[in-house]
């Protein structure tokens, strides 16, 4: 299976900066081991069409509404996601969960339009540090995963991130045996949930130095990188981390 290196881009680049970042990703050598993702912010997804649509390097929305129009104020469309030539839908993040009461239910319902129309859903996961530290972080996990797949088609795309809050742009990033039994953790769970061979990726901190170590523990199957994916140097650099 290929690495997947998605990049959340959150609520930075002008359309501008973003138009710069496609053309010098466009013209790299891109290891034919990594898929390449890309999650801008919604001002610049027109920006993202028009240079990467139909291309191998993919993008998304970095939310996906489960209505594909209507009154919804300030929410993204999957459909207008999937005609601007998109694939992805990155759901739960936990700046959504945190800072916008997102609920899992919520995130499933999401997820399940996004299947339904044919974009993947990205879901994100993760324990705050004083559930960590409390003990609790598996049953933390498998209670997000088992509200946020609810009805989830496990015959369609799905992929998983897993991001320990207390490691998201803290430049604190989990160590390799935390985040070893974290993902099999996870693994071991889908499977319970009837889910087979969902990639599931690690995030918090990833940066250039950390990704060579954490991208052979096993059950990483690539990275979802924050700040350090804004940088296209930065970027490649982590997306050549399995070479
Ligand atoms: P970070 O963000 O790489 O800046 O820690 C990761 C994320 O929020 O997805």
Known sequence: MKKIYAANWKMHKSPKEARTFF???KSAAISDSAHLIIFPSSPCLEAASDFLAGNKIE?????????????????????LVLQLGGKWALLGHSERRTLFAETSELVAKKARAAQGLGLTPMVCIGELLNERDEGRTNDILARQLTESLSGVDPSRG????????WAIGTGRVAGPDQVRDAHEFIYDYLGKLGFKEVPILYGGSVKPENAGTLVH?????GFLIGGASLDVASFLKIASASN
């Open 59 to 79: 993008f998304g929305s970095q939310n996906s509404h489960f209505e594909s129009s209507g009154a919804f104020t300030g929410e993204t469309s999957p459909l």
């Open 158 to 165: 799905l992929v998983i991130a897993y991001e320990p809050v």
């Open 217 to 221: 523990i096993p059950h990483v199957d």
């Open 23 to 25: 053309g010098d990703l």
